[in-house]
């Protein structure tokens, strides 16, 4: 008798468990679906300007990274 009880409150609380789990994964894939065209035209907007500001500072073989530079075969 114990361990019916014992297997039915696991289930419950199992069942709890997973519909909770969906619940919050259908409400989080709902937010992302709204929030997709926002965040896609406030990225375009960044992108662009980064572009804008490092056209001015390209080469025409490439961006240079300035920093520190130390030979690692030295040691």
Known sequence: ???ILTG??????????????AVMGLTMALIAFIAQPFLKRKLAKEFAT??????????????????EYEPVQGR
């Open 1 to 3: 008798m114990k361990n």
């Open 8 to 21: 039915v409150i696991a289930l419950v609380i199992g069942f709890f468990a997973l519909t909770f789990a």
């Open 50 to 67: 980064f572009n804008a500001a490092q056209a001015d500072n390209t080469t025409p073989k490439g961006r240079v990274i300035e920093g």
